[in-house]
């Protein structure tokens, strides 16, 4: 959640409730299956990856595998449609807190599959 919150540009008056809402909504998107099984599809993969069982040197993570981001992008897409899409770009460039973290870690897939939800929570907020 405070990755989330790390990027958030509004009013100190405002952040408590922004807060809480986004809290109420990464709660309930957790149980949406498209996303958890998203989330659960970046975890098996970067397991993958670090035993060097995908077809490509995971720990280089080359330029031409997006599909790390692709994974991010659909679970932005499936919290809050084409504006969490834009959001995703901004939470993967800037790598706020956790994200970051799993980035710097080495987690390929994960990071992105954070970002995506993060950036799909945060968009559902200013609905």
Partial sequence: MDAGMDLYIGSNEERDRVKEKLK??????LSNPNVSTLLIAAI????????NNLPFNYNEDPNYVYVDEVIGLAIANEIAGTKAIFNFRFYDAKKPGIIGELDRKGFMFL????????????SKVFE
């Fill in 24 to 29: 109420e909504i990464l709660l309930k998107q």
């Fill in 44 to 51: 098996l993969l970067d397991n993958e990856g670090r035993a």
């Fill in 111 to 122: 990071d992105d599959a954070i970002a995506g939800l993060l950036a799909g929570c945060m």
